[in-house]
């Protein structure tokens, strides 16, 4: 059975600082990988996806980036946190093309 | 471009009425992959509904949408709301030619006693 696993679980940090969050997937061989943010009380916001390792491509920008080091793991990062960021970050996996996305447990992140 | 639509940003409903959250959809492809999530408070998004077959009603935990081409939507409906049906639902739009979900804006579903 697939499994995806987020971390971490929550996390506050300051204004200007640096970020990394993680994202992997068991069990799947070669998924599609997609970052998502929501705002509190927000809707979802597409913000990368990867078919393959080392290719991201970006839907939104929001001051962040994104890196797909193995096969099954994405990292979401940002040298310099804003407020804005603040929010709910969501990884999915499909297995393809027209295939529904199985979201991850997610991250909650405050900016302060 | 491609794009779907969701009008009520909020519904509100007392609880043993009637459900219908409207969802349209456009693209210029003619086969598209329709999905309804539902996402309950502090948890993450998760399927309710897919269908790509035009007039086929499909359902799941009391829920169910029909593909409609003709008109471009993917309505979901309940006979009967329960309490436990209070939650955030997207309708997306998937294409064989794409590997992103197109997402409408989201249906917060509010169900009193």
């Known amino acids: 059975a697939q499994t995806i696993h987020q971390w971490p679980v929550a996390e506050i940090k300051a204004v200007g600082s640096p970020l990394s969050l993680g994202c992997t997937i068991k069990?799947?061989?070669?998924?599609?990988l997609y970052w998502y943010w929501q705002a509190t009380g927000g809707t979802l916001q597409q913000l990368f996806y990867?078919?393959?390792?080392?290719?991201v491509e970006s839907v939104v920008q929001l001051n962040l980036s994104a890196s797909r080091p193995k096969d099954d793991q994405f990292i979401l990062s940002t040298e310099k946190l804003l407020l804005s960021h603040s929010g709910f970050y969501l990884c999915?996996?499909?297995?393809?093309?027209?295939?529904?996305?199985?979201f991850g447990p997610g991250t909650r992140l405050t900016v302060l | 471009g491609d794009s779907v639509t969701q009008t009520e940003g909020l519904v509100t409903l007392t609880e043993g009425l009637p459900v219908m959250l409207n969802c349209t959809y456009q693209?210029?492809?003619?086969?598209?992959?329709l999905f309804w999530y539902v996402q309950h408070l502090n948890e993450s998004p998760r399927l309710l509904l897919k269908?790509?077959?035009d007039n086929k009603r499909t359902e799941h935990q009391g829920f169910h949408a029909t593909l409609h081409k003709s008109s471009s939507s993917f309505h979901l409906q309940k006979s009967s709301a329960q309490l436990s049906d209070s939650a955030l639902y997207y309708c997306?739009?998937?294409?064989?030619?794409?590997?992103?979900?197109?997402w409408g804006s989201g249906t917060k579903l509010i169900i009193k006693p």
């Open positions: 997306a739009l998937s294409m064989d030619s794409n590997y992103q979900l197109i």
């Open positions: 999915a996996w499909s297995l393809g093309w027209g295939e529904e996305q199985y």
């Open positions: 069990g799947k061989s070669s998924p599609n």
């Open positions: 269908s790509f077959t």
């Open positions: 693209t210029i492809y003619s086969n598209p992959f």
């Open positions: 990867s078919i393959t390792v080392g290719q």
